[in-house]
Structures are given as C-alpha cells and as structure tokens.
C-alpha cells in the first residue's frame, strides 16, 4: 500500500500550486483522507480532510479561503489545490488516509505519504 504525493516545487508569493496523492496497493474510498505539512523546524500539523465521498472538509484556519482539497474516489487520487501562497505556507506536505472517517488529528490516520516539497518565494 502506498501514497504518493507530488506536484511540489517553488512558487512565489501570490502563486498557486495543485498537488496530488495518488494511492495504490488498494482504495481509499470508504476513509477520510487529509494533508498535513511540516515546516523546518516546526511540528507536523494539520492542513485539510476530506470525507470518504467528499461531501464534506474542513480546514485549518490558516489556509480557508486559500486551499481547496477535493478527491476522486475513481482514480484513487486526492488534491489539494494552493491559492494566494503567502512564504509561511513554506513545508513539507504530506498526505494521510484515515482508519475511518475524516480528523484533524494525525493520530487518526494509519497511511502516509512519503511528502513533497513547497516553496513559496517573497
């Protein structure tokens, strides 16, 4: 089983960025899933979960109004879409599968992706 997660890179302020996780070795389609990132030197935290068919997310306060996740349960595949990336979005984003539904705890999710990298230039 695993998630990959892609679709990183260097953007500047302002910009926006779409990542990817794709899953394989089985499907996702009944768990929530989520991204969490981790800046240097900082702990690993919660971004945005999506519920097993998508109808319903929640973000950090950080990033509402600026990141958008969604999934498609027929491909295997979630994203998160970056808007208005401000240098503090600036980490490592990983993806997660839950054990069930949605969270905003780590400790909720039992697969994780291997993370990619965001830069966001002043």
């Known amino acids: 089983v695993q998630l990959q997660a892609y679709g990183g890179g260097l953007v500047q302020a302002g910009g926006s960025l779409r990542l990817s996780c794709a899953a394989s070795?089985?499907?996702?389609?009944?768990?929530?899933m989520g991204w969490f990132r981790q800046a240097p030197g900082k702990e690993r935290e919660f971004v945005a979960a999506?519920?097993?068919?998508?109808?319903?997310?929640n973000y950090a306060d950080s990033v509402k109004g600026r990141f958008t996740i969604s999934r498609d349960n027929a491909k295997n595949t979630m994203y998160l879409q970056m808007n208005s990336l401000k240098p503090e979005d600036t980490a490592v984003y990983y993806c997660?599968?839950?054990?069930?539904?949605?969270?905003?705890?780590?400790?909720?999710?039992?697969?994780w992706g291997q993370g990619t990298l965001v830069t966001v230039s002043s």
């Open positions: 999506i519920s097993w068919n998508g109808g319903s997310t």
């Open positions: 997660a599968a839950a054990r069930g539904s949605w969270s905003r705890s780590d400790n909720a999710f039992n697969y």
């Open positions: 070795g089985r499907t996702f389609s009944n768990n929530g």
